[in-house]
């Protein structure tokens, strides 16, 4: 027998079960991992006991029985109300609910002035990819890289892990950034549909079509990230701003002829247009970022 084999799993402490947090439980339970959990509405928790969760009767109460602590809550303000009170000393804290970077550093430095280690996440997976195979789920986490080591394996139960640096602010900083490129892709989705919706053209039959462009153009990203760290937007431009900006009209006539409106569409344009208006129609879209980024 190896020393890996006499290796007990990790026991887990998680705080939260609404969707998420049941899916993670479960899948800490189907690999073997002692549970103990804790829900603001006892009955939600309550259900996983059934499945060999330990239930605690306060957060203070799951917080003490493992040192490994994580927390799947509503949000920022949930995770510091669940805590109050609680013994966070020697424990590890892995705060899984979602915010922003600004909040993941600031509960980080709560939880280190009370004595924990912390790590955040930001979870790229809805709860049924949770525990799946091949699933293509998983977490970035930022903080106290010596937690992760320690507990990487635990973690990686759920869901794959991706260490995104020490700063805690950085997981949810990737988690929100991939979001936000997630959406502008839905508006652009659901501009395309609403253009051909009053047609006789079957959306079951455009999708493929959408799908295939939208996949092809995906891998501009690296072009764009070249261009970024270079700091020439100029670098590899197939389509310039000034041929991008003049197809604009196209665009904007035919929604009109469709019945469509454009709000989707025309935050980007009024930016394209701004910055060809500064001179810059042999660069790539790339340059818009520096019309988005706040100067200090």
């Known amino acids: 027998m190896t020393d890996t084999a006499l290796v007990s799993p990790t026991p887990v402490t998680l705080l939260g079960t609404g969707a998420m947090g049941t899916a993670l439980a479960r899948a800490w339970l189907a690999a073997g991992h002692p549970v103990t959990v804790w829900n603001r509405t006892p009955a939600r928790a309550e259900a996983l006991a059934g499945d060999g969760a330990t239930v605690a009767a306060s957060a203070a109460e799951a917080v003490a029985a493992n040192r490994l602590v994580v927390a799947c809550l509503l949000d920022d303000a949930s995770v510091g109300e669940a805590l109050d009170g609680a013994d966070l000393t020697g424990r590890d804290l892995v705060n899984i609910t979602t915010g922003t970077p600004a909040q993941g550093r600031s509960r980080a430095a709560w939880a280190e002035a009370r004595g924990a280690r912390f790590l955040d996440g930001g979870i790229m997976a809805v709860p049924p990819m949770i525990g799946a195979p091949d699933s293509g789920a998983y977490v970035f986490y930022s903080g106290s890289a010596a937690l992760f080591e320690e507990h990487r394996d635990t973690l990686a139960v759920p869901a794959g892990t991706m260490y995104v640096g020490a700063d805690p602010g950085f997981a949810a900083l990737h988690d929100v950034a991939l979001l936000s490129a997630m959406n502008g892709m839905f508006a652009g ?31 501009s990203a690296h072009k764009a990230a070249d261009q970024l760290e270079s700091g020439d937007y100029g670098k590899d431009v197939v389509s310039n701003l000034a041929m991008q900006v003049a197809g604009i009209p196209t665009l904007l006539r035919t929604a009109e002829e469709q019945g469509v409106s454009t709000e989707l569409l025309t935050p980007y344009m009024d930016l394209m247009e701004r910055r060809l208006a500064l001179g810059n129609g042999d660069e790539d879209t790339t340059g818009v970022v520096e019309l988005l980024v706040r100067k200090p």
């Open 189 to 219: 989705i659901t501009h395309a549909f609403a253009l051909i919706r009053r047609e006789d053209i079957a959306p079951k039959d455009f999708a493929p079509l959408l799908v295939s462009w939208l996949t092809a153009m995906a891998n």
